[in-house]
């Protein structure tokens, strides 16, 4: 019933030649059975837009939550909608970490995002000494609770979650996929907590955090897990392209 995604967040990487083979490369051999989705820096944003087929949505990575204003470098979510993107991802643990993004933030990105129909892909996830001390559901809980505060769900099939567990991003080392599925089936009990079990079961929850070819599949079995979000397996389009064939 949840359409499948594979979402790739290239962070800050590759060059325009880059993004143009990409591109070029992925058309007519991404499924159309799944979502498959490139978040890309700012500046590529309205060229991968032009370039890509139908079927390869493209995000942003981040957006600022006013619409103007004196905010030097940063980019506002009407910039965004300029460029014809239909996504993006907000709270990030890259972003929370090194540019101090806080929950009430990332709320007021949320609720932006929403009012111009920008579909957020929020990042919610532990650091390793939480998951030791056992206290991995109640920053979930908490930070689910903090982010969607006051955020009115119109069509939970434009909403996605990913749970990304500090500890396996850009580490090689995944949960597996039993964890994964425990954290992303607490992630849609606190859902339909916060809204119902109706808006719970359409809302799409993501897994990411060294996401390969090696464990897509497995991950994708689990009845939680609706896709992926990948970091480093989805920078070459070799590697995107069958990462989305195996999302299935
Ligand atoms: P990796 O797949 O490189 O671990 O990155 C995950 C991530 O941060 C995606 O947003």
Known sequence: MRKPILAGNWKMNKTR??????SLFVTNRIPDSVECIVCAPYIYLRDLVKRSPD??????QNMHEKDFGAYTGEISPLMLKDTGVEYVIL???????YFNETDEKINLKI???LELDLKPILCVGEKLDVREAGKTNELLESQITKDFEGVVIDDPKNIIIAYEPIWAIGTGKSADADTAEAACGFIRKVLEKIYSK????????????SVSLSNIEELMKKPD????????ASLEPESFVQLCQKAI
């Open 111 to 113: 609720k932006k995002a």
């Open 55 to 60: 079927h390869l949505h493209v995000g942003a």
């Open 91 to 97: 709270g990030h643990s890259e972003r929370r970490e």
């Open 17 to 22: 030649d880059e993004i143009i083979h990409f």
């Open 225 to 232: 897990i609706d896709g992926g979000l990948v970091g480093g």
């Open 198 to 209: 109706d808006i719970s079961e359409q809302i799409r929850i993501l897994y990411g955090g």
